[in-house]
């Protein structure tokens, strides 16, 4: 018997296909979400596995189906219906964590049926890939030829080699050249920031510092044109970013806050074709602090690697942590017109990121002399309960770095250690409060909430190294699925991953090359008016529930735009998550669709 597979209006339309802002209509703008909810990759097969069911009707069974074979191979009984505040719906669950059979399924309910999905020890795998490669293919000053999303890029921005200093102070003036190239692209935009460039790069240092055995030599399949390290690609990634982070940093030990265009480019301009002057913009003590944080956990995850490298990157970090230990203040510097064509990223209170840095130049290197600056002067900070790490809030980072470092004080490193745990247990309890498992609050349905619930889970991570929990690995896992689909949308909110990924991704290079770039996470719902214009409308015009205000248009950068910083969340989890497997092939990484560009007339 062929089922039928509801999409949502905006689902079979490619999620909000909407019109420019002004032109949405009914049919295509209200999220209607499908009725079963599946993470579209799949579940591993010693962890929990539930869908989520939200049907209209008074369903009471479900089962599952081999896609293969057209068998039923599971039956089980749905929970009763609890109404979900976060999604406005009525949410029953389907438990089938005892089937443990790998394959393929779907599972179907009041005659209907989700999105395939996978059973099997390693279902993570290939997305983690993805997710890794995405960086490789968001280099800047790169040449390549990538066979398996068709993306080529000739130089990508050559001009960074001369980019001009904006402002005049007593280290630069105006018009000074740098030598700023290389590094990834923040977001859809090409501008580059040291405060993304930081977090991002430690995210995924963490993810190897974790488990190095999961990362070789070879794992990413580099694009033609990509110069190979020797070490595992993993770090080979990371180090090309780092080097570019070099180059921001100042002779006192501060650093540029970013570099871009004076302009935002248009969505035709590609990255060999976008060849306005860039320029280095503001400098920042926030972003110094972060830069000498990823420097000093360089210093350590690189040392038995490439020992010059982490040696340099370490001195590096000892020389931001000088500078700042002068400039006592918190400082973001502005000049008129330096967010004319890229975003500001404005910390101006970098206690959290003082700490981290602290913590971890403790860590790598031992000295007192970091653990006495967190026990004095940052003692009510490192010690109070965290939040979510962001780029304008490191302190569970810090808390972590601390407690991990050999030699802590033990008191102190309690009070710590306690105070992150504390969070975790916090995050434990809104998911299991949740309709979908889903670790976000209301007023956490922000801009880039989809990577926010994914740190969370990654905090969790964190948390389970030091206090093992069970709790902690599946409160994880449930934002993975999250992630891949099982939410009141039916999106997965990884690009080129699940049956309904991002069609639009806010991204300048999906839209001037027609390379579409698998493995980008995006920011998600944003229940926050303002955002950007066609967010603001559609949240206006249908007042839809927190985990309904995403629309998935080119414009909605609010919503719709990946950041490397939101990808390094989805690095972390998922590099959790995978095995190393030398038989993923190339190919394996390919998408097996074509996603259209955006038609703007």
């Not at 049919?27 to 962890?47: K, P, R, T």
């Not at 995006?522 to 950007?532: F, T």
Request: aromatic residues 12%; negative net charge; glycine residues 8%.
């Amino acid at each position: 018997m062929k089922l039928a597979r509801k999409m949502p209006i905006m689902a079979a339309l490619g999620i909000g296909m909407l019109l420019p802002l002004g032109t949405m209509n009914d049919n295509v703008a209200m999220a209607a979400s499908e009725g079963i909810h599946v993470d579209q990759v799949g579940y591993l097969e010693d962890y929990s596995k539930v869908a989520m069911i939200s049907l209209k009707g008074d369903s009471k069974d479900f089962s599952l189906v081999d896609t293969a074979t057209g068998k039923t191979v599971y039956q089980g009984k749905l929970t009763d219906k609890a109404y979900d505040d976060m999604s406005g719906e009525y949410v029953a669950r389907a438990d089938f964590s005892d089937f443990k059979v790998p394959g393929t399924y779907k599972l179907v309910a009041g005659g209907e049926e989700s999105a395939d999905f996978a059973i099997g020890k390693n279902v993570y795998a290939v997305p983690a890939l993805q997710n890794w490669r995405s960086y490789t293919l968001s280099r800047s000053n790169t040449p390549m030829n990538d066979k398996l999303t068709g993306l080529k890029i000739v130089s990508g921005h050559a001009q960074d080699k001369e980019a001009q200093v904006y402002f005049t102070d007593k280290l630069n003036k105006k018009g000074d050249v740098v030598d700023a190239s290389g590094g990834w692209y923040d977001a859809g935009d090409y501008g580059k920031y040291t405060t993304t460039a930081a977090i991002a790069s430690a995210e995924l240092m963490m993810a190897y510092e974790a488990n190095p055995d999961k990362f070789f030599k070879g794992q990413l399949f580099f694009p033609e044109g990509v110069q190979e390290e020797n070490m595992p690609d993993a770090l080979s990634e990371v180090k090309f970013e780092l080097e570019f982070m070099k180059k921001m940093q100042r002779s006192d030990g501060s650093t540029f806050h970013k570099i871009s265009g004076a302009q935002w480019p248009g969505f035709d301009k590609s990255p060999d074709t976008d060849t306005q002057q860039r320029y280095l913009y503001s400098t920042c003590t926030a972003s110094t602090a972060m830069y000498g944080a990823s420097m000093a956990m360089a210093g350590r995850v690189y040392a038995d690697i490439d020992k010059a490298f982490a040696k340099d990157c370490l001195k590096n970090a000892e020389k931001a942590w000088a500078y700042l230990a002068k400039e006592k203040e918190s400082v973001y510097r502005v000049d008129e017109g330096q967010e004319s064509g890229s975003g500001p990223y404005n910390d101006t209170a970098d206690a959290t990121e003082r700490c981290w840095l602290a913590a971890e130049l403790f860590r790598t290197t031992g000295d007192k002399k970091y653990e006495k600056y967190l026990m004095t002067a940052q003692k009510d900070v490192i010690t109070r309960k965290p939040s979510f790490f962001t780029w304008d809030d490191t302190l569970a980072l810090a808390q972590f770095s601390y407690a991990k470092a050999a030699k802590a004080n033990p008191e102190f490193k309690a009070k710590v250690q306690a105070a992150l745990i504390s969070y975790a247990d916090d995050i434990v309890d809104t998911i299991g409060k949740d309709g979908f498992d889903c670790s976000l609050k209301q007023n956490e349905y922000t801009w880039a909430s989809t990577k926010n619930a994914v740190t969370k889970g990654d905090i969790l991570l964190l948390a389970n190294q030091l206090a093992p929990k069970q709790a902690y690995v599946e409160g994880a896992l449930s934002q993975i699925h999250y992630m891949f689909g099982r939410n009141v949308l039916n999106k997965s909110f990884m690009t080129g991953v699940g049956e309904n990924p991002p069609e639009h991704p806010h991204n300048r290079i999906h839209e001037s090359t027609g390379a579409y770039v698998p493995g980008l996470l995006i920011g998600g719902p944003n229940a926050v008016s303002g955002g950007d214009p066609d967010q603001t409308e559609y949240i206006a015009k249908y007042n839809p529930a927190p985990a309904k205000c995403y629309i998935d248009v080119l414009m909605s950068w609010s919503t719709n735009e990946y950041a490397i910083d939101y990808c390094g969340a989805g690095i972390y989890a998922l590099s959790y998550f995978m095995q190393p497997d030398k038989n993923i092939k190339a190919d394996d990484l390919k998408l097996t669709r074509d996603f259209p560009l955006w038609d703007f007339k």
